[in-house]
Structure formats: structure tokens, C-alpha cells
């Protein structure tokens, strides 16, 4: 029987066992696996493993998953990039399916093969290495002239042919004053029983830290208490893109650390990327299942707007909006909608009087590495151009998604003739502060 009408099950990911890198048993899942994609073929819409998946079984010789050679299978593996939209939004056989298919966790599987047998690529490894990039891109003198080059034709084609990072693709901008250079460990000391830690993000540490001071600005104007998460590493998000799981295993005992003393102490813990939450909520808890201080720290860590929305129902929240900010047209990150909390951005953005909020469920494509990347810069541009059809049929005043990279990817598909803002930035306005 197909589906059924039972919450998906998520199996713990057994990435220690001498099983997982076993070719042959991989291979023979693969294969299990790609057969009942094919019979089926609902994700075909979602990102290109799939539509590659399609192509190489009706160009086999056999029509069938056996035409097509195991190394094949590769350009599949790395077109995926972890959203779990299969899984959570389209595929009939998740479990309890008897059929029990994780196409996510597969093709997980495949990049630690692919690591573990040393052809990731160093352009891979450096784009994944956020905490490196961040700190040596943000340093004073240095963060100015990256910013220039980054902007400058000849080199993005020079980059293009040394690195196979794509001359059209959006680059970051790096800050040289940090968020965590600019805030204080305790940024509002205030005695409430609301507490918040906020984990600054690797990006809006180095890249764009506007949107912590934003979140501060908006979290003081509700009284809440509020710490600064310092010395913290990256969530992992990348680098287990890459398949790479002992050095997530490294950064998620480190953050441990950090993040524990804060979750004892009674703090929720706010990120601002999507994909980050997602990280600490879902995956760690995956790869870690014994890890009981994970568990912990998952439960309380939360999206910026699934606090504030648990604020206005305790009827803490303040609503007191001075500006109307008008007509919104808001992308749903993947990594958000995934999280299964609702569209909790777009429920606060419609408390302030006269806004109205668009809210589209498309992918952008961008995924931090796969929309800069060469080979695959172009694809991704692809799949957000359905969102920037919508948009331009929208008109609206403001454009926004809770994952920065991919309303900046968005708006590069839109020609750059489009300022995206942050609906954290959104809110702060709304208030007058």
C-alpha cells in the first residue's frame, strides 16, 4: 500500500558502524532505493538529484536501474543537498512504510563514502570551513579587500578558473566588526524569568552582523534577558553536506560545551539561519542519539520567529507597532518548513497592522556551497526562478526569507535590482526602533 497517514519515523544515522562505508551494502540500498524512485517519480520537482536520477535509468540501455554503472550514481549524490523536502513533504514510502526510504540519510551516506575515500575537492573543503573563512575574512584590513576583489569582474573570472567558483554567483560580503566584536557577553541584563542565548551563526558573525544587532533590538523591546554565545564553532550544517562526520563530531562537542551551561540555566537558544536550527533539532540528535546533552540543547534551541510566536501566545509579546511596513513577499526556507513548527514568520509578520504577507514554499537552490559552485551555479538559479516569477507577479514592498543566503541568491536570479531584507529587520522597523 502507498503512504499512509502516520507521522514520517527518522532513524537514528549508525555512521559508526563498519557497515555505513561498505560499498557493497551501499550500493545495494542504492539500487533498492533508485528502483522505487523510479517507479514513482512525485520529487522530480524538487531539486536535480532527482531529474539526474530519471535521466541516467531511461538512457540505460535497460530503461531499469540496473542499466545504470554504480559510478553513475555520483552526479545524484551531489546534486542532493540535505533540504529533506523528499522526505518530509512528497515521498510515500517514509516510516513507517514498510518500504522505510530516507533518500536524504542515503545520499548522506554517499558523501562520507566520497569523503572518506579522499575525492572531495580542496574548493569543497574551503567553502565548507566557514569558521576559518570568517575569521580571516573579517580581520580589518583584510575584510575591505576581499570585499573589493569579490566585486571585481577579473577576478571573480580568475577565481572561476582557479577554484570553480562561479563569476555570476553571490559571494558573501565580510564585515570587519563582528557581532561578537561588537556585543558584550550579556547584551541586556534584564531580571526576567525570559531568558535567550543567541548563536550568532557563522554568517551573521562575519557576514551580515546587522541582523544580530536587529535580533538584540528586537528581543530588548520585549524585555528579554540576553547573552551573547561566545567562543562558539560552526553548527556543522556544512561540513556534514560534505559528508565529512568526525569533524561535525568535533564542532558539535565543543558548541556542547558552550550551549549546555546556558540550557541548565534555563535559556531558549536563538538562531537566526534556518539551517542551523534545523542542525542542533534534527541531525545532531540523528548522529548522536546517546548523547544526552544534545537532546537537551535541541529542545531548547528555537527560530527567532518560534519565539517570538511563543511569546505572543504566553501574551508577552509586544504588539505595539508604530510603522507599517506593507506588503511583504516572503520565501519559506526550506530548513524552516522542515522543522514542522509552521509558518511561524509569517503569523508575527501579520500582527502588525496592515501587512500583508505572500508567503511562498519554493526552494531557492542555494544551499550556502551548491549555489556557488560552477557546475551547479546555473541549476540553481533554475530552481529559484519560479520564486522570482512570483515575486515579480507580486509587486510587493518588501522581499524576505529567514535564510539570508537564499534571499540573496533570489535576488541575484532577479538581477540584482532587489534589496532583501531580513524579517527580523522587518519587525525592528515595524517598531520604530
Known amino acids: 500500500m502507498e503512504g499512509g497517514l502516520q507521522k514520517p519515523t527518522r532513524f537514528d544515522i549508525d555512521w559508526k558502524n563498519a557497515d555505513y562505508l561498505n560499498e557493497d551494502l551501499f550500493e545495494k540500498e542504492l539500487r533498492r532505493v533508485a528502483d522505487a524512485c523510479h517507479g514513482c517519480r512525485r520529487c522530480v520537482s524538487l531539486c536535480n538529484s532527482f531529474p539526474t536520477l530519471f535521466d541516467l535509468i531511461d538512457e540505460s540501455k535497460t530503461f531499469e536501474v540496473d542499466g545504470v554503472s554504480y559510478n553513475q550514481f555520483s552526479d545524484v549524490i551531489d546534486h542532493c543537498?540535505?533540504?529533506?523536502?523528499?522526505?518530509?513533504?512528497?515521498?510515500?514510502?517514509?516510516?513507517?512504510?514498510?518500504?522505510?526510504?530516507?533518500?536524504?540519510?542515503?545520499?548522506?551516506?554517499?558523501k562520507a563514502i566520497k569523503f572518506h575515500k579522499s575525492k572531495t575537492s580542496f574548493r569543497d573543503k574551503l567553502l565548507t570551513s566557514t569558521d576559518l573563512?570568517?575569521?580571516?575574512?573579517?580581520?580589518k584590513i583584510i575584510a575591505p579587500i576581499i570585499n573589493f576583489f569579490n566585486s571585481t569582474k577579473i577576478f571573480r573570472i580568475a577565481l572561476e578558473?582557479?577554484?570553480?567558483?562561479?563569476r555570476n554567483a553571490k559571494l558573501p560580503k565580510f564585515s570587519s566588526i563582528t557581532s561578537k566584536g561588537k556585543h558584550n557577553s550579556i547584551v541586556n541584563n534584564n531580571k526576567t524569568v525570559d531568558k535567550?542565548?543567541?548563536?550568532?551563526?557563522?554568517?551573521?558573525?562575519?557576514?551580515?552582523?546587522?541582523?544580530?544587532?536587529?535580533?538584540?533590538?528586537?528581543?530588548?523591546?520585549?524585555?528579554?534577558?540576553?547573552?551573547?554565545?561566545?567562543?562558539?564553532?560552526?553548527c556543522g550544517m556544512p561540513k556534514l553536506e560534505l559528508g565529512d562526520l568526525k569533524t561535525v563530531e568535533k564542532m558539535m562537542q565543543h558548541n556542547i560545551k558552550k550551549f549546555k551551561k546556558y540550557v541548565d540555566d534555563g535559556y531558549r537558544i536563538i538562531a537566526p539561519v534556518p539551517s542551523c536550527v534545523l542542525m542542533f533539532k534534527q541531525e545532531l540528535p540523528l548522529l548522536f542519539p546517546d548523547n544526552n546533552d544534545i537532546k537537551s540543547i535541541s529542545k531548547?534551541?528555537?527560530?527567532?520567529?518560534?519565539?517570538?510566536?511563543?511569546?505572543?501566545?504566553?501574551?508577552?509579546?509586544?504588539?505595539?507597532?508604530?510603522?507599517?511596513?506593507?506588503?511583504?513577499?516572503?520565501?519559506?526556507?526550506?530548513?524552516?518548513?522542515?522543522?514542522?513548527?509552521?509558518?511561524?514568520?509569517k503569523k508575527i509578520l501579520?500582527?502588525?497592522?496592515?501587512?500583508?504577507?505572500?508567503?511562498?514554499?519554493?526552494?531557492?537552490?542555494?544551499?550556502?556551497?551548491?549555489?556557488v559552485?560552477?557546475?551547479?551555479?546555473?541549476?540553481a538559479i533554475k530552481i529559484a526562478r519560479p520564486i522570482v516569477k512570483e515575486y515579480q507577479k507580486?509587486?510587493?514592498?518588501?522581499?524576505?526569507?529567514?535564510?539570508?543566503?537564499?534571499?540573496?541568491?533570489?535576488?541575484?536570479?532577479?538581477?540584482?535590482?532587489?534589496?532583501?531584507?531580513?524579517?527580523?529587520?522587518?519587525?525592528?522597523?515595524?517598531?520604530?526602533?
Open 373 to 379: 559552485k560552477k557546475e551547479t551555479h546555473d541549476i
Open 394 to 433: 507580486n509587486e510587493a514592498q518588501h522581499f524576505t526569507s529567514d535564510c539570508t543566503l537564499a534571499a540573496h541568491h533570489i535576488v541575484n536570479a532577479m538581477g540584482n535590482k532587489v534589496i532583501p531584507n531580513h524579517p527580523i529587520s522587518l519587525i525592528k522597523r515595524a517598531y520604530g526602533i
Open 196 to 234: 535567550v542565548a543567541i548563536f550568532t551563526t557563522c554568517y551573521h558573525n562575519y557576514n551580515e552582523p546587522v541582523v544580530i544587532d536587529d535580533l538584540v533590538d528586537v528581543l530588548k523591546h520585549n524585555n528579554i534577558h540576553i547573552e551573547i554565545i561566545k567562543d562558539d564553532k560552526c
Open 161 to 166: 578558473k582557479i577554484l570553480n567558483i562561479h
Open 81 to 110: 543537498y540535505l533540504c529533506d523536502l523528499c522526505f518530509l513533504t512528497k515521498c510515500p514510502y517514509v516510516p513507517p512504510h514498510e518500504w522505510e526510504i530516507d533518500f536524504p540519510h542515503l545520499m548522506l551516506r554517499g
Open 350 to 371: 501579520e500582527l502588525i497592522p496592515g501587512t500583508d504577507v505572500e508567503a511562498l514554499e519554493r526552494c531557492s537552490g542555494h544551499d550556502g556551497t551548491y549555489g
Open 300 to 345: 531548547a534551541l528555537c527560530d527567532p520567529f518560534e519565539y517570538l510566536l511563543l511569546l505572543h501566545e504566553q501574551n508577552k509579546l509586544n504588539t505595539n507597532f508604530t510603522n507599517n511596513i506593507g506588503s511583504v513577499f516572503y520565501q519559506v526556507a526550506c530548513h524552516q518548513r522542515v522543522q514542522n513548527i509552521g509558518q511561524v514568520t
Open 133 to 139: 573563512l570568517g575569521k580571516l575574512g573579517s580581520r
